[in-house]
């Protein structure tokens, strides 16, 4: 199983608190977009938090 974690810039957005309060939520994905599949995984939580 393929996972995937996506980052972002708190500046502008807030993931944690967008990941705590939405089942599914959408991201651009400028890089590696066509190797993403539906059936991967995205880490969440704090499986998230390095």
Known sequence: MTYWLFQGN???????DGIRDFEQMP???TRYAKDMAAS???LRGSNAIL
């Open 40 to 42: 991967h995984r995205v």
């Open 27 to 29: 991201w651009l994905a």
């Open 10 to 16: 708190p500046k502008y957005y807030l993931i944690i």
